[in-house]
């Protein structure tokens, strides 16, 4: 199976130039994806770009990942149906820094195929706009620009000069790829179909050379809704953003029609392993999407981070969790239970505390102290996941678990923290 067909087979090939499938087939190659970096980190949407260019270095192939140090001044209007808001200099530096980061833990960058980190800032900062007027923009025609639909869906709306002349910076960027590296192929979306084929088109003239595109389809869910996003917004992949907890959740909750896609997608596992697995748990679908809710966390947070994940999972949903399994959690792990349930605060001054108290005025689990007295009764509250019968009990301040928390718990399902 060459890189084509492994993409077909995913789901993952939307357009091609016509014959790079045998350039493929016949000869190691090297190709590029660009990454604007318009944002403080990249999110899952940006992780179907690296997919592709992981899935092209275990094809034996070099992948250039291309830093958009100067495109990302720039703004591209593919997708858009109004200007962006140019980011700063500043914060577009240090965005392209840590998505840098990001980027070198996902990809392999030592080995016989070593990808390769290009910023194409430096494309530019040593030419003047006329060299670019004569050089770069006398390349294609308007109307071989508008033609294009990053464009023409743009002409009701507006579009400014700067962002029209995206193409041009993204077509050139492919040129000076294929001169430096002989890169000969860029990959990308769908949604960058008119500018990836306007490189090719700056290839032919400029440098007499023949290059090639690939590009995915944009990833949507069952529902129509645009893939990455949630009900908090986008899913981010620096933890500070979206936590490991949080990441792993997105992909467990993932709807059932989503999940064959989604595995196809973003595994590295092999076909038949894939097939598999779809069989083993055709009646299973939420078996199936832990495995990839693993696979996927571990690959982007790392193994320690899957680890504490599952420690919270459990608390939160294994009925059979423990006190002493509480107990092991640390206070940034608590700190991530604190936002997936009701949380209060309390002073810890107060204590020692009677729990009828506690459960009525300082976390209102309860209306009345006689409801709170009833459920004591009737062992169905638990203190750090140990079952309280007695209602003249009280909470001491060896109940704190870091000298901060305490968890309450009514029930099987209700689950409460108190901060201190």
């Known amino acids: 199976m060459n890189f084509?067909?492994?993409?077909?087979?995913?789901?993952?090939l939307q357009d091609m130039t016509p014959g790079i499938e045998e350039v493929l087939s016949t000869q190691k190659i090297t190709g590029y994806i660009g990454f604007d970096p318009t944002a403080p980190s990249l999110t899952i949407?940006?992780?179907?770009?690296?997919?592709?260019?992981?899935?092209?270095?275990?094809?034996?192939?070099?992948?250039i990942v291309l830093m958009g140090?100067?495109?990302?001044?720039?703004?591209?209007?593919?997708?858009?149906?109004?200007?962006?808001?140019?980011?700063?200099?500043?914060?577009?530096?240090?965005?392209?820094e840590f998505q840098v980061g990001q980027i070198k833990k996902l990809l392999d960058f030592e080995g016989p195929n070593a990808a390769i980190m290009v910023n194409n800032y430096d494309f530019y900062k040593e030419m003047n706009v006329l060299d670019f007027m004569r050089n770069v923009g006398k390349t294609l025609t308007v109307n071989y620009m508008m033609s294009k639909d990053s464009v023409k869906n743009r002409l009701e709306t507006g579009i400014s000069f700067t962002e029209f002349s995206y193409q041009l910076l993204q077509a050139y960027d492919y040129q000076c790829l294929f001169e430096k590296y002989n890169?000969?192929?860029?990959?990308?979306?769908?949604?960058?179909?008119?500018?990836?084929?306007?490189?090719?088109?700056?290839?032919r003239r400029n440098s007499e050379g023949k290059a090639y595109a690939v590009t995915t389809p944009l990833l949507t869910k069952a529902d129509g809704k645009k893939f990455g996003k949630s009900?908090?917004?986008?899913?981010?992949?620096?933890p500070s953003l979206t936590s490991a907890y949080q990441f792993y959740q997105f992909w467990l909750n993932a709807d059932d029609a989503d999940l064959t896609k989604f595995l196809r997608y973003f595994t590295l596992r092999s076909k038949e392993e894939v097939e598999a697995l779809e069989a083993e748990y055709a009646d299973n679908p939420n078996g199936l999407k832990k495995i990839l809710a693993e696979e996927l966390t571990e690959r982007v947070h790392g193994k320690d981070a899957l680890e504490s994940v599952a420690q919270v999972t459990a608390i939160l949903f294994d009925k059979n969790a423990?006190?002493?399994?509480?107990?092991?959690?640390?206070?940034?792990?608590l700190d991530t239970i604190s936002e997936e349930i009701p949380s209060h605060q309390f002073d810890k001054s107060d204590l020692p505390l009677s729990l009828v108290d506690l459960l009525t005025d300082k976390c209102p689990v309860f209306a009345s102290k006689g409801e709170a007295r009833r459920a004591i009764q009737n062992n169905a509250v638990a203190i750090n996941k140990n079952k309280v019968s007695d209602i003249n009990a009280l909470v001491i301040l060896e109940n704190l678990i870091h000298d901060k928390f305490v968890m309450i718990e009514n029930g099987k399902k209700n689950k409460f923290l108190l901060k201190s």
């Open 183 to 203: 890169c000969l192929l860029q990959m990308g979306g769908s949604d960058q179909w008119g500018n990836i084929t306007s490189g090719t088109e700056f290839i």
């Open 45 to 63: 949407g940006n992780f179907v770009q690296l997919q592709l260019l992981k899935l092209f270095q275990k094809h034996g192939h070099t992948p």
């Open 322 to 333: 423990s006190h002493e399994q509480l107990l092991q959690l640390t206070s940034s792990q």
């Open 69 to 96: 140090g100067a495109t990302g001044r720039i703004g591209d209007p593919s997708g858009k149906d109004k200007e962006r808001d140019l980011k700063s200099v500043d914060d577009l530096n240090r965005n392209l």
């Open 231 to 238: 009900e908090q917004g986008n899913i981010w992949l620096d």
């Open 4 to 12: 084509i067909e492994e993409l077909r087979w995913r789901g993952m």
